[in-house]
């Protein structure tokens, strides 16, 4: 089987991008089996681990694991923002898991962008701040945070070229 992706260079830079940006990804379906492999390896606690066990939960079934439902919002939010030119995340802030995912839910993913800051600094990189959400079919949040990331700008573009990134992010 051939690996579908396909690496590509970023080309939305920081002032590109604009305060109130809204964006939604598609739908993943989430898989009983996916969910348990990626507990097992990953986050094996009982209720993620074992369907048996995890009827006696205060969930009553398998729930996926939070970093695993943040996995999956790293693949969808890939389909919606791939095309900004980030240099790295730096932090997260309020992140919330409101609501238990499960086996047959239907997830996608919104991003929306709240603040965007140049750097004090550094005229290669500027600041956004966006809020992300995972919800279900039915519109309901599953997961909640806030997400602050540097951006290259075009000035930080033009340096880098077809270099590396600069080892310094702040």
Same mark, same amino acid.
């Given at each position: 089987?051939?690996? @579908?992706?396909?690496?590509?260079? @970023?080309?939305?830079?920081?002032?590109?991008?604009?305060?109130?940006?809204?964006?939604?990804?598609?739908?993943?379906?989430?898989?009983?089996?996916?969910?348990?492999?990626?507990?097992?390896?990953?986050? @094996?606690?009982?209720?993620?681990?074992? @369907?048996?066990?995890?009827?006696?939960?205060?969930?009553?079934?398998?729930?996926?694991?939070?970093?695993?439902?943040?996995?999956?919002?790293?693949?969808?939010?890939?389909?919606?923002?791939?095309?900004?030119?980030?240099?790295?995340?730096?932090?997260?802030?309020?992140?919330?898991?409101?609501?238990?995912?499960?086996?047959?839910?239907?997830?996608?993913?919104?991003?929306?962008?709240?603040?965007?800051?140049? *750097?004090?600094?550094?005229?290669?990189?500027?600041?956004?701040?966006?809020?992300?959400?995972?919800?279900? *079919?039915?519109?309901?949040?599953?997961?909640?945070?806030?997400?602050?990331?540097?951006?290259?700008? !075009?000035?930080?573009?033009?340096? !880098?070229?077809?270099?590396?990134?600069?080892? *310094?992010?702040?």
């Amino acid at each position: 089987m051939t690996d @579908p992706f396909v690496p590509a260079r @970023p080309t939305r830079a920081f002032e590109d991008l604009a305060v109130g940006e809204f964006r939604r990804s598609g739908e993943k379906l989430v898989t009983l089996d996916e969910m348990l492999a990626f507990a097992r390896a990953y986050d @094996p606690q009982w209720f993620h681990t074992d @369907p048996a066990l995890a009827q006696g939960s205060v969930f009553g079934d398998v729930v996926a694991s939070g970093i695993y439902v943040l996995a999956m919002w790293r693949q969808l939010d890939h389909q919606i923002n791939s095309d900004i030119d980030w240099v790295c995340g730096i932090g997260w802030d309020e992140l919330r898991l409101k609501k238990a995912v499960r086996a047959g839910d239907r997830i996608h993913v919104t991003s929306e962008i709240m603040e965007l800051t140049p *750097s004090k600094s550094r005229d290669d990189r500027g600041t956004a701040i966006t809020r992300y959400a995972v919800l279900d *079919s039915e519109g309901t949040e599953r997961v909640t945070f806030t997400s602050i990331n540097l951006v290259y700008t !075009r000035a930080g573009q033009a340096r !880098r070229g077809d270099q590396a990134a600069p080892s *310094s992010v702040a």
